[in-house]
């Protein structure tokens, strides 16, 4: 028997990532594994800038633009349970914890 295990390691900084971002600029495209910590850097640096932007194609969204990196439910759990809002350990997370989390990046 034969067991092939394979680890995500954070391009950034070396550790065990978490996730895969896959994005685009200028007409490239380019994915990156991080860890939730660089995963949450990444969003709160390109916010200001997918806020102010056009969409121009992929899959329309439901919900807040969080929802947009794969992984990041975690963060927001994370981030939802510290700051004393009562969240489920799975399934859909409500409008009013993802717009709080995105307010609290923002600033």
Excluded: C
């Excluded at 680890?7 to 939730?36: Q, R």
């Amino acid at each position: 028997m034969q067991q092939i295990i394979q680890t995500l390691v954070d391009d950034i900084d070396g550790s065990e990532a978490t996730t895969t971002i896959t994005f685009s600029v200028s007409g490239v495209d380019y994915t990156i594994d991080l860890n939730d910590k660089n995963a949450a850097k990444f969003e709160k640096a390109i916010t200001p800038f997918v806020a102010h932007a056009q969409r121009v194609g992929g899959r329309r969204q439901r919900g807040a633009s969080i929802s947009k990196l794969p992984n990041n439910a975690k963060i927001v759990r994370s981030w939802a349970q510290a700051n004393g809002y009562a969240i489920p350990d799975r399934g859909r997370i409500p409008g009013e914890i993802l717009a709080a989390y995105e307010a609290a990046e923002a600033s």
